[in-house]
């Protein structure tokens, strides 16, 4: 019986595990054995049934190839390409880098990782587009110290994380030694990772791990009180959604790609950039136990959108729609999230 080739396209391919390379990674187990998947860098003109591309931007040059080759066939309904779209896709490149536009354009559907995604997608495109929530299996909640609160940020330092939010606020709280606070993420940026060691030298409550393996910051993740997000743009953090699956709660910046993986009413936002606030619910975490366990319980309600089985279901009926059509747009029913 013929499987059906697919690529899959993924900027951060060659480079160490991300959070969009972990994505690709766990779309090609999803779609076997359904699919033959190839994961790349950059599409190099090999032959596949349908391509997948990771990132509107970064990968513009082989979105716009795909393109060119298909048309030149005159392959019209053939060789289907699906974009997924990350949050500096979605809340930067798309409203101001010309690839990113037309890669858009060329697309025959998109995807957007949490429900937020679709207002910020410009009204001709979010007919093609459909939301996909990543996935975590659930895991043990370990236990938790009673002598202190622990909580963690993980993300490389870069400036769409915004990790100064979180620098600032561990000097605001330098009077609680009873609040202890890891950061886990490389120093991509040279300012910021200097940044981040000075806090640690000012700061004894904050520690900067660097880069750690996934199953260690996993483990950080479920011994942590909270999980911290203070990005300024996110398309979907899967971070946060693992964090959730290990029964952490997250304090999170009130942006469009928190409010979408953790919903409008979620009572652990504070404003973007806001130190002070975030101190502020840091303390409260501390002194105020009846917080953590309906933070907890919140989680616990969104959980579900996040389930291996949910998000593998909405893949390959997408993937085998596209197949089937040749690209027509996907309908409603093809959503994940529904």
Known sequence: MHRPSIVIVCPAASQNAGG???????????????????????????????????????????IAAWDEVRTKAGATGKFPLIVALTGTDLYRDIRSDLGAQRSLQLADALVVLQDEGLPSLPPAARGKAIVLYQSSGRRKTLPKSRRHLRAIEVGHLRDEKRPQTLFEAARLLRDRPDIRIDQVGAGLDAGLAQQAAATARECPQYRWLGALAHPDTLRRIQRAHVLINTSVMEGGAHV???????????????????????GADYAGYFPCGDAQALATLLRRCRDEPGLLTALGRQCRARAPRFEPRREQHGLRRLVSRMLSTGGQAPRRSDNGSD
């Open 20 to 62: 969009n390379q972990r994505t690709a990674q766990r779309w090609r187990r999803m779609l076997a054995p359904d699919v033959r998947a190839t994961l790349i860098a950059q599409w190099t003109g090999e032959r596949f049934d349908l391509m997948v591309a990771l990132h509107a931007r970064r990968s513009a040059e082989s």
């Open 240 to 262: 946060v959604l693992e964090a959730v699956c290990a029964g952490t709660p997250v304090l999170a910046s009130r942006i469009a790609g928190n409010i979408g993986m953790l």
